[in-house]
């Protein structure tokens, strides 16, 4: 099965290589997003594809972006085509399928996390202070369960390589100002909850979730980036939850699992996974995205 790393386009210049995504240039509006098959574990980019990972996070990401736009506005453009753009027949190819062509928009330095169940790195807060950045939890919480109602957790974005640090809410306010701040939180909130019962009636709980939003010149907030797939959420099958085990999952989950049974720093580089692991993470993301859209 073939697998993208890296793009290389001859039609469009290159702006910026992130943990997945590659950014071209169209416009003095618009540009061009690639999901190549990358995946970035602990804020590490790994040196191994999973084969057809960028298609299945463009196909889940744009269900979801029609799904949520009579909430909150997203940064597709509807008034180019792939192949209005991309003349060149080897371009067009190397992307089919894993390629958006986007609004240029001022991206806010914010990661608007959701949670809705105890599990990673919020387990881990909880054990230590009773609490998930600070805010408050009951006690006699175990892990994988329930939070009473979704939670926002903010981070703050870092830069390839680098690891992303939680913050409060009221940083968010002095980063964006308090109105921008207010709507990200109830976006986010609400956009998680929609989903969440979504997914239930197809059988899959998402534990947390993450989005990304910019603005326009004009000052309105846009979601941005991709949106309840994969990489950005646990996903986890309905009829294997269980309270006190950290719940199998289709999502990167699987290789961060195999990964801390390695003797790696967390740290770049990363070490190259093995191929049945590979294999088994191309199937996980194929199976959430049937789940979710078929």
């Known amino acids: 099965m073939s ?68 909430l909150v506005s997203n940064h597709l453009a509807t008034n180019l085509r792939l192949t209005d753009i991309l003349t060149d027949s080897t371009d067009l190819e190397q992307v089919s399928g894993r390629a958006v062509i986007v609004q240029r928009l001022q991206s806010l330095p914010i990661e608007a996390i959701v949670r809705g169940y105890l599990v990673g790195s919020g387990w881990k807060d909880y054990q230590r202070t009773g609490k998930i950045c600070n805010i408050s939890l009951p006690t006699g919480l175990r892990l994988a369960d329930e939070l009473p109602h979704p939670i926002y957790t903010p981070s703050s974005k870092a830069a390839v390589g680098e690891h992303d640090e939680n913050i409060d809410f009221e940083r968010t306010i002095e980063l964006v100002g308090k109105e921008l701040a207010e709507q990200i939180r109830d976006i986010s909130l609400e956009l998680y909850m929609q989903a969440r019962l979504y997914a239930r009636k197809r059988g899959i709980i998402i534990a947390d979730t993450k989005f990304e939003f910019g603005v326009n010149k004009a000052g309105k907030l846009i979601l941005i980036d991709e949106i309840l797939t994969p990489d950005s959420s646990r996903f986890w099958p309905m009829d294997e939850y269980r309270i006190n085990v950290s719940p199998p999952s289709f999502d990167k989950q699987f290789v961060r699992d195999y990964l801390e049974t390695l003797d790696w720093n967390k740290q770049a580089p990363g070490p190259e996974l093995p191929t049945d692991i590979v294999k088994k993470t191309t199937e996980k993301y194929q199976e959430a995205l049937t789940r979710l859209t078929q």
């Not at 690639?34 to 269900?63: C, E, H, W, Y």
């Open 3 to 70: 697998s993208l790393f890296h793009s290389h386009l001859t039609s469009l210049p290159l702006i910026q290589r992130g943990k997945v995504r590659d950014i071209y240039a169209i416009d003095e509006q618009h540009l061009l997003i690639v999901a190549t098959d990358r995946l970035s574990a602990f804020d590490v980019v790994l040196p191994t594809p999973i084969p057809q990972k960028g298609k299945i996070l463009t196909s889940l990401s744009n269900f979801w972006f029609t799904f949520s736009q009579g």
